[in-house]
């Protein structure tokens, strides 16, 4: 199911995520950013790494982001996203009080924190509950991004896939909605190997799933690797293929809330030529009705 489909039926209009960094570092960086983490990610486009630091911008970020939405969308329904880092990773009375403060911002929908497997406490996760209503659903984007091991040490993901299902259950025993993140195209995998991953996270059937093409920016261990001949340059060719073929194998009711990568162009090296969306999603459309196909066929 596409993302935007299934959020027209539920609100019987277009919703819009007000996406803000919260101010949070990860666990695989360390307090002051400065450990190597995931070897793609960037060191870009956050700011302090002190949750209590940022209150001020986070209240910036939101009423900055509402006006532009409304302006320019005239938009109604809104969906409060912590998207930066890992957006769960600090003590539960500071999380409260964040997201108690940026709810009270808005007339939000939802609320939506990204974040990794070993952040993902059990008083995280009954906080995280604790804001769930009928009419008011709480969403974590949960990364895993391989379910091979030798694939997580690789690019030193910091957690194994033991942590990543023990976070997942929690959040589900705690009524929480999850959307995985996958990425296509990392060093040492081929065709196979995304599909075996495709196939384990279709089984733990999670609501939504975000699917990546691999980007590797600049500033980035990834990039170093690449520069020192040790891993191929990551090609966008297949990611079609991939897609499709990943969408047959999902759930026919999981949500599908993401095709490609979207990396600030300045921050972007590798592959050279960015995945228009667009272009990507009428391709996907297109390769699905060549095939006769749907999401689930092969579920
Ligand atoms: S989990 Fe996210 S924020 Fe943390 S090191 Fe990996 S990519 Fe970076």
């Known amino acids: 199911m596409n993302y935007s489909r299934y959020l027209r039926q539920k609100y019987g209009e277009t919703a819009y995520r007000v996406s803000i960094d919260g101010g949070f570092s990860c666990p695989n960086r360390g307090v002051d950013r400065n450990l190597p983490g995931c070897s793609y990610c960037s060191s870009?486009?956050?700011?302090?790494?002190?949750?209590g630091e940022t209150?001020?911008?986070v209240r910036e970020q939101i009423e900055r982001n509402l006006k532009v939405l409304k302006s320019r969308y005239?938009?109604?329904?809104?969906?409060?996203?912590?998207?930066?880092y890992s957006s769960t990773w600090a003590p539960v009375r500071q999380l409260k009080k964040l997201y108690d403060d940026s709810l009270a911002l808005g007339r939000f929908?939802?609320?939506?924190?990204?974040?990794?497997?070993?952040?993902?406490?059990?008083?995280?996760?009954?906080?995280?509950a604790s804001y769930r209503r009928d009419d008011f659903d709480v969403w974590v984007e949960l990364g895993l991004q391989s379910a091979h091991e030798q694939t997580l040490k690789r690019i030193n993901r910091g957690h194994d896939r033991d942590q990543f299902e023990e976070a997942f259950s929690r959040l589900r025993n705690h009524g929480l909605k999850i959307a995985v993140h996958l990425i296509f195209g990392l060093p040492g995998e081929d065709h196979g190997m995304m599909m075996e991953t495709v196939r384990y996270v279709a089984s733990l059937k999670p609501?939504?799933?975000?699917?990546?093409n691999l980007h590797i920016p600049s500033d980035t261990a990834m990039f170093r690797e690449l520069e020192a001949g040790e891993m191929a340059i990551p090609s966008s060719a297949g990611h079609v293929r991939y897609l499709a073929d990943a969408i047959e194998r999902i759930p026919p009711d999981t949500v599908v809330m993401r095709l490609t990568t979207d990396t600030p162009r300045q921050r972007h090296i590798v592959p050279g030529a960015m995945l228009d969306k667009t272009i990507i999603y009428n391709?996907?459309?297109?390769?699905?009705?060549?095939?006769?196909?749907?999401?689930?066929v092969f579920f």
């Open 44 to 51: 870009f486009g956050s700011r302090s790494a002190y949750i």
């Open 55 to 57: 209150e001020q911008d």
């Open 74 to 84: 005239d938009a109604r329904i809104f969906m409060l996203y912590f998207q930066a």
């Open 109 to 128: 929908r939802e609320l939506i924190v990204s974040t990794r497997p070993d952040c993902l406490s059990d008083a995280t996760c009954r906080l995280l």
């Open 207 to 212: 609501e939504g799933i975000k699917f990546h």
């Open 283 to 296: 391709r996907l459309r297109e390769e699905l009705l060549r095939r006769g196909t749907k999401q689930g």
